[in-house]
């Protein structure tokens, strides 16, 4: 491949970027809103883990608060993404925003404003929105009343905010996913995140240090959220014929570490669990041959019943959408291990890694695709890519991020080689196009977007938005439909 190579896109290639209404949005109490998950979460760093407190605590800074005040400012970003030449844009629906203890008799009507207004701006430019219903922004009530998706009831809360969106935004909205990251559920990380769960210690950790009760509610948990999909997704069908609605993965890569048939077999493991244990209920409507196994070793008994097998056989995806930031190597030896988006692992010497130490490899983006489309057959779109870093001004007063359009000139680059193997893919919306709040760490430090806010850690700044270099830069990919990478 040289690096000259120019990469022809499918005319009507999606372009754009995404966010997250509990890292973007703000606005926590404002329009009726009600607290949800992330609401409770404190900042942190890369070695400090965030908290989660059950009491929102005088003096201590939670970032979704306003985190980059999307609620008031959203006019002037979807006006600046227009610039860009977007024709996507991702965001959430915050649900708490609709239903403030997401299981009130009635919709709020002025959440709901909220977002007819948000698609009209989008309309006006041409941007198609991209609509995630849930992530990771469980109502906090249905924390308190229900333990989050521990509870069976939490499927039909779900099953009525997502149909008032698809009756109130049929007109508006086409691209629909239910669950942000559903497989962060098999991962500790993912019990207060993603699943709304109390967990059972006061940090957020990465390694899975959990009773066994905990480790069976979380697996019944995201059972919970599966059948509320699949619920879901035959609601919007029939709400709209022309909805497309998507599956979101946390999309991880594992390479063996060595050519050692175990090291194999962990990685193996490591893909099929995090990639396709999800993949496979919502694309293709039942758990895949190797749960059962994992089932009985880990000692997990669900309560599946048989209304919802038949819910998960009809309410399958239209198409797999995921996040790819990094990949990581599986090692029966051990090693040093390095940070990762969910997951980690052992260091991998062909790779750079970014400030939060994710290992950097475009080519397994390729791997990633190539590997997923062979599987399902069905329509890809990568809803989240990007590069977390520290933006500093220079001396002319500009911020010249080279390094972020590094990242996604050879990430485009794999994309295209991905579609010349015959992969069919819909769209890019990359990460963070407006910078945000981290999730992992809860910083704003950690920078992903071709506009800056000014906004810092500890949440001092105007919040006043900014181009960096990497504006101009993806204006100019998208105006030529991925042909000027340059
Ligand atoms: C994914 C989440 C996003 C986003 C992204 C980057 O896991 O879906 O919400 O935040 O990762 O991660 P971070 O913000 O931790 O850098």
């Not at 957020?204 to 019944?220: I, K, N, P, T, V």
């Not at 870093?389 to 991020?401: L, P």
Request: proline share 3%.
């Amino acid at each position: 491949m040289s690096e000259n190579k120019v990469y022809e896109f499918p005319a009507g290639f999606l372009w754009g970027g995404a966010t997250a209404a509990n890292q973007y949005e703000g606005g926590w109490l404002e329009g009726g809103k009600g607290e949800s998950v992330p609401d409770h979460l404190t900042g942190g760093t890369v070695n400090t883990p965030r908290r989660w407190t059950r009491e929102i605590e005088k003096d201590i800074y939670y970032p979704s608060h306003e985190a980059v005040d999307f609620y008031h400012h959203y006019k002037e970003d979807i006006a600046l993404m227009a610039e860009m030449g977007f024709n996507v844009f991702r965001l959430s629906i915050n649900w708490g925003r609709i239903f403030s203890n997401g299981d009130d008799r009635t919709p709020n009507q002025e959440g709901i404003d909220f977002y007819h207004n948000v698609f009209a701006e989008c309309k006006k430019y041409g941007i198609e929105p991209l609509v995630t219903l849930s992530h990771y922004e469980l109502p906090w009530a249905l924390t308190l009343k229900y333990n989050g998706w521990a509870g069976r009831e939490v499927i039909d809360c779900f099953v009525r905010y997502a149909e008032t969106c698809f009756m109130e935004y049929k007109d508006e909205v086409k691209y629909w996913l239910t669950f942000n990251e559903i497989n962060a559920g098999t991962f500790s990380f993912g019990t207060i995140m993603s699943l709304g769960m109390v967990p059972e210690h006061d940090e957020m950790s990465f390694d899975g240090d959990e009773s066994h009760e905990q480790l069976q509610r979380r697996y019944q948990a995201l059972h919970h959220q599966f059948v509320a999909s699949a619920k879901a997704v035959q609601i919007g069908h029939a709400i709209n014929p022309n909805f497309v609605i998507g599956c979101m993965i946390a999309g991880q890569v594992a390479y063996p570490e060595t050519c050692n048939p175990k090291d194999a077999l962990q990685a193996q493991n490591r893909n099929n669990m995090s990639n396709y244990f999800c993949g496979d209920v919502q694309v293709r409507g039942s758990y895949p041959y190797f749960a059962k196994r994992f089932f009985k070793d880990n000692d997990i008994h669900l309560d599946i019943t048989k209304e919802d097998e038949i819910e998960l056989k009809r309410g399958t995806v239209d198409f797999y959408s995921f996040s790819y930031y990094m990949s990581s190597v599986a090692s029966t030896r051990g090693g040093k291990t390095t940070e990762g988006n969910i997951m980690g692992g052992v260091k991998n010497p062909y790779l750079k890694a970014s400030d939060w130490g994710w290992q950097i490899d475009p080519e397994g983006l390729r791997w990633y695709l190539n590997d997923v489309y062979g599987r399902y057959g069905i329509p890809l779109m990568i809803v989240e890519n990007g590069l977390g870093a520290i933006d500093v001004r220079s001396e002319d007063g500009k911020f010249h991020d080279v390094y972020r359009i590094d990242y996604l000139r050879s990430h485009i680059q794999q994309m295209g080689e991905a579609i010349e193997d015959g992969v069919d893919l819909l769209g890019y919306t990359m990460w963070g196009c407006v910078d945000l709040v981290s999730a992992s760490t809860g910083e704003m430090k950690k920078r992903y977007g071709f506009i800056y806010v000014d906004k810092d850690n500890d949440g001092n700044g105007d919040l006043h938005r900014e181009k960096k270099d990497s504006f101009d830069w993806y204006k100019k990919v998208i105006a030529t439909n991925g042909r000027d990478l340059s």
